[in-house]
């Protein structure tokens, strides 16, 4: 199987910035895409930045220009930079890759264990 490990989350206050990093592990054969989401309390999970690995990378309209997802292939790690941060950018923040664990199979999903930032003065 595959494991994510998250890291990065924190307490910053307005207008700072964060980095997120998500490192993918296990037998995998190749990854299709890596993405970030985010949930706050009362609200649907919602797609942050995506990184395919046969595309380009894309942003939720609330977060352009502010936030840069990054992939180091080598590592199987995805990065989510985070500056200008606003107090409505406050969430968990989970990674989620998706994978082919051998050649002929078909894709599976997997998610982070989710990392908390905290956007407050």
């Known amino acids: 199987q595959v494991q994510l490990v998250e890291s990065g989350g924190g307490l910053v206050q307005p207008g700072g910035s964060l980095r997120l990093s998500c490192a993918a592990s296990g037998r995998i054969f190749s990854i299709i895409d890596m993405r970030w989401y985010r949930q706050s309390p009362g609200k649907q999970r919602e797609l942050v930045a995506a990184a395919p690995t046969a595309g380009s990378t894309n942003y939720a309209d609330s977060v352009k220009g502010r936030f840069t997802i990054s992939r180091d292939n080598a590592k199987n790690t995805v990065y989510l930079q985070m500056d200008s941060l606003k107090p409505e950018d406050t969430a968990v923040y989970y990674c989620?890759?998706?994978?082919?664990?051998?050649?002929?199979?078909?894709?599976?999903?997997?998610w982070g264990q989710g990392t908390q930032v905290t956007v407050s003065s």
């Open positions: 989620y890759v998706l994978v082919r664990l051998r050649k002929s199979d078909l894709n599976n999903a997997y």
